[in-house]
């Protein structure tokens, strides 16, 4: 049976504004080199063959379902990060083709009125999704735009991480 393996992707996007400046070309992302201490990806404990950080190993099978969902430090309150393009470098024979799907999730929303029964919000959201294929490593970038709170584009970057598929 196929399992979902949930990537949750952090990104620092206020250290990485200020030091690597604006960018307004989404064909020409600024590169993050030393991404460790800006990039963070984690899975469930179950799932994950390494420490948390800006590189992940995973414990997948073929046919198991990969999903990247991404955040800022300040869970997009300050700053928003959105991926917008996935490019495979080497073992992209390993995954499928990862593509970006959309989907109406209802989230919950605190209420102040009544603490322990919160209202309920339709919104939109969306992750990036691909099926493992065979164990190995794969190497990819992926870029992102980060928006500030009012939605205005603040840049456009990527990262070169890499994930191991181990069993």
């Not at 196929?2 to 996007?13: G, H, K, P, Q, T």
């Not at 992302?29 to 030393?34: A, H, M, Y």
């Not at 992926?142 to 603040?154: A, V, Y």
């Amino acid at each position: 049976m196929s399992e979902f393996i949930n990537v949750l992707i952090a990104i620092d996007a206020e250290t990485i504004i200020g030091k690597f400046g604006k960018n307004a070309d989404p064909d020409e992302p600024t590169s993050i080199p030393d991404s460790s201490n800006l990039i963070y990806m984690t899975t469930r404990q179950n799932q994950l063959g390494s420490s948390p950080g800006s590189e992940l190993t995973v414990n997948a099978s073929p046919m198991d379902i990969i999903r990247w969902r991404e955040t800022t430090l300040s869970l997009n309150s300050e700053y928003t990060s959105v991926l917008y393009r996935f490019n495979a470098l080497s073992g992209q024979d390993l995954i499928s083709a990862p593509v970006p799907r959309s989907v109406a999730l209802n989230e919950p929303v605190p209420n102040s009125n009544d603490p322990l029964n919160p209202t309920i919000q339709k919104v939109s959201s969306y992750y990036w999704e691909c099926e493992v294929l065979d164990t190995g490593t794969v190497t990819y970038n992926f870029s992102f735009m980060i928006l500030d709170h009012r939605g205005e584009k603040q840049g456009y970057y990527y990262w070169d991480p890499y994930i191991n598929i181990q069993p």
